[in-house]
């Protein structure tokens, strides 16, 4: 079992930047595939980003792409998503999700473990 804590959101004017961090506890980080999900009002969850164990494989969605990164550092157990050029539409609730796995997870019923969640609003 792993628990992971999100940081990082706030409320920011279109155009800006937010750097979201995900806190995950446990010796075995490096093991787990992350993601980042969002979920706005009115809107299903969808994915935003995922990571592999190794980080040498990204998904975005194509909302987000040339936009967003996600990154990780396994030595510190945290996995980051940099949001740059934030657009109204980017308003949501983000949640970190980590499995246990080599691949890549871009569904969110794939993912085992999940954070709270951190409140991302974006004003025009």
């Known amino acids: 079992q792993v628990q992971l804590v999100e940081s990082g959101g706030g409320l920011v004017q279109a155009g800006g930047s937010l750097r979201l961090s995900c806190a995950a506890s446990?010796?075995?980080?490096?093991?787990?595939?992350m993601g980042w999900f969002r979920q706005a009002p009115g809107k299903e969850r969808e994915i935003v980003a995922a990571?592999?164990?190794?980080?040498?494989?990204?998904y975005y969605a194509d909302s987000v792409k040339g936009r967003f990164t996600i990154s990780r550092d396994n030595a510190k157990n945290t996995v980051y998503l940099q949001m740059n050029s934030l657009k109204p539409e980017d308003t949501a609730i983000y949640y970190c999700?980590?499995?246990?796995?080599?691949?890549?997870?871009?569904?969110?019923?794939?993912?085992?473990?999940w954070g709270q969640g951190t409140q991302v609003t974006v004003s025009s």
């Open positions: 999700a980590a499995d246990r796995t080599y691949s890549l997870r871009t569904k969110g019923a794939e993912y085992d473990y």
């Open positions: 446990g010796r075995t980080f490096s093991s787990y595939a």
């Open positions: 990571i592999s164990w190794s980080g040498g494989s990204t």
